[in-house]
């Protein structure tokens, strides 16, 4: 097993390049499965969860290559419907073949993707929803079956919660349902939006794109005629890089990025004595004096996004003061409290509230990586620690930072990755 070991004490410089969203990369990978087209994708982040769905997609019959970036994938010859718990348990995000291989065989199995590190995240609502479309849903030997053998109905739906995942198997199941599916309180991340682009660039007709309400007109079980196209650049991974020069109080620009779809997370930093500079495809961090404490309470886009919650929690004990951090999405999502605390922070959980203590110097430790975004926050603190810290289990990082070690090196850190 490979760990990261990481010099304290560094200042960053220089500039990085953001790679495509790995969210955004997942739905549309899934999304192919409604075409009747071989697709190209470029900007596609060469991450373990992107391999691993197209491993679940080679796996039902889709024929794909994936090279720099680029995956060309032809699900013409795709004949299984039956999304096995091998692969399922390794990656939640397996649950979006759901709503496109129902509304494609009119049946499917896809093993349910059970609990997680930062809490229980059900998936009733992706369910719900399809059998508001006339689905009959069967739950079996934790497999989730899924019969339509007339097709998926227009129909309107509502969301109890806001929710990414079920929002995109929802929207991806209506473009190929027969009539009209009108969805209320659909997520607004920029994700969702690129994915309904996609399909409105295949035919299907959507209104509301961007907006909490959709309409979508569906194609009655035909196949869709997708076009190539470009992932959006990572959001998540440009605030956690920006986190980076934030904690170091050091100058460092990210390129390659959607400035508006970070803007919960530059508004923070400014908040927090940071400058930050922005050109159409560029965000530049400046140094501060003084880092002052943060308020900071995790909601759905545009709000402050909850993949963010850990590494900014890192950067608050750097803060002049105490900084407080509401966790209102996920209720088990301060795993890396307990690792932070081995590097001396000073952090009070309470329900779904943390208070952190600023002005705390940290020690290097070795510790370990419980989720993915959780584990950047012990890079993150580690970069300001006194000593050399190990971070272990570093797979949690592989699945969603492309060449994390590389980008932080070419900033000027000393970070390596070793074998046990
Ligand atoms: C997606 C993102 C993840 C991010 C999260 C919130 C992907 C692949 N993952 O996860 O990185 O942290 O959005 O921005 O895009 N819920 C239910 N029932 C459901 C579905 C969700 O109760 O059927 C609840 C969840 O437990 C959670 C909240 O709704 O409390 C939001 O979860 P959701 O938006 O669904 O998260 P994911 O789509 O799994």
Redesign the pocket.
């Known amino acids: 097993m490979y760990y990261l070991s990481i010099q304290g004490n560094q200042k960053l410089k220089g500039s990085v390049s953001i790679s495509g969203a790995?969210?955004a990369a997942?739905?549309l990978l899934a999304a192919t499965l409604l075409s009747k087209n071989k697709i190209n994708i470029t900007n596609v982040p060469e991450v373990a969860?992107v391999k691993t769905l197209l491993t679940l997609l080679g796996n039902l019959g889709s024929i794909s290559s994936y090279e720099n970036n680029n995956v060309t994938i032809d699900t013409t010859k795709v004949k299984s419907a039956c999304a096995n718990y091998d692969i399922v348990r390794t990656m939640?995000?397996s649950i979006?073949t759901l709503g496109p291989l129902l509304a494609r065989f009119g049946h499917c199995e896809v093993s349910m993707p059970g609990g997680c590190a930062?809490?229980?995240?059900?998936?009733?609502?992706?369910?719900?929803a399809l059998e508001q479309m006339g689905a009959k849903i069967e739950l079996k030997d934790g497999y989730v079956l899924a019969t339509a053998p007339q097709g998926l109905k227009g129909t309107t739906i509502i969301f109890?919660?806001?929710?990414?995942?079920?929002?995109?198997n929802i929207i991806m199941a209506a473009s190929l349902a027969h009539g009209v599916t009108k969805l209320v309180n659909v997520?607004k991340?920029p994700?969702v939006v690129q994915l309904c682009e996609v399909l409105q660039n295949a035919g299907v007709k959507i209104e509301g794109v961007g907006t909490a309400n959709l309409t979508i007109i569906g194609s009655y079980g035909k196949l869709l005629d997708m076009k190539n196209f470009k992932v959006i650049p990572d959001r998540?991974e440009a605030g956690t890089y920006l986190c980076a020069g934030a904690i170091t109080n050091s100058q460092i620009t990210i390129t390659d990025v959607i400035p508006e779809h970070i803007e919960a997370i530059t508004l923070k930093l400014i908040q927090m004595g940071f400058g930050i500079e922005t050109t159409k495809e560029t965000i530049t961090i400046i140094p501060t004096e003084k880092i002052l404490p943060a308020d900071i309470e995790t909601t759905?886009?545009p709000g402050f996004?909850?993949?963010m919650q850990a590494q900014f929690m890192a950067l608050c004990t750097q803060a002049s003061g105490t900084s407080i951090i509401d966790e209102r999405?996920?209720?088990n999502r301060f795993m890396h409290v307990s690792e932070l605390s081995r590097m001396g922070t000073n952090i009070k959980l309470k329900g779904h509230s943390a208070t952190v203590e600023g002005n705390t110097e940290l020690n290097a430790a070795d510790v370990m990586a419980t989720d993915?975004?959780a584990s950047s926050a012990l890079i993150l603190a580690a970069f300001v620690a006194k000593g050399t810290t190990k971070v272990h289990r570093i797979y949690h990082l592989d699945r969603g930072y492309e060449n994390l070690e590389g980008k932080f090196s070419l900033l000027g850190a000393k970070i390596e990755r070793l074998e046990e």
């Open positions: 790995k969210n997942l739905p969860d939640r995000a979006l930062i809490g229980q995240r059900p998936i009733d609502l992706h369910l719900k109890d919660k806001v929710t990414v995942t079920g929002s995109e997520a991340e994700e998540i759905e886009y996004p909850t993949d999405l996920f209720e993915l975004r």
